[in-house]
């Protein structure tokens, strides 16, 4: 099984690309994990808001690999603790496919993008800036197999 997560964004800040870089070398082994950004809606004065997010559906879905199980974050997503998340790994690799994990820009996701998921993610009820949600994901991912590989990083 590989993942890739597709994030609409570009050029995240050095912290971001050094943390979510560590994260991904420690899961290689487990779950290799490729980023996949997105060009993100233009935005600003005179410009529609719904149209940029509509742009940035089309380009997530297209950088969706066919039969990938997909999941989107979203806030309205279900939450899950380290270890439901290690739960659900354990299920996502029982299906026996690909995994893609989508964030999207500043509005959230295309309703296209919502109708395509699998299955939706939320990290809590906090709004974090999307492109921390990049290390995060990765964070819980690596916590996630490391708690299967009954690896002593997580300590509860």
Known sequence: MKARLIAVGERAPAWVAEGFAEYRKRLSHWLPLELVEVEPGLRGKGRDAARAMQDEGARVLAAVPRSTLVVALD??????????????????????????????????????????????????????????????????????????????????
């Open 75 to 156: 806030g309205r997503g279900r939450a899950h603790s380290s270890e439901q998340l290690a739960q659900r790994m354990e299920h996502w690799r029982g299906q026996g496919r690909d995994l893609a994990f989508l964030i999207g820009g500043p509005e959230g996701h295309a309703p296209e993008v919502l109708a395509r998921a699998d299955e939706q993610w939320s990290l809590g009820p906090l709004t974090l800036p999307h492109m921390l949600v990049r290390l995060v994901l990765a964070e819980q991912l690596y916590r996630a197999a490391s708690l299967l590989a009954n690896h002593p990083y997580h300590r509860s």
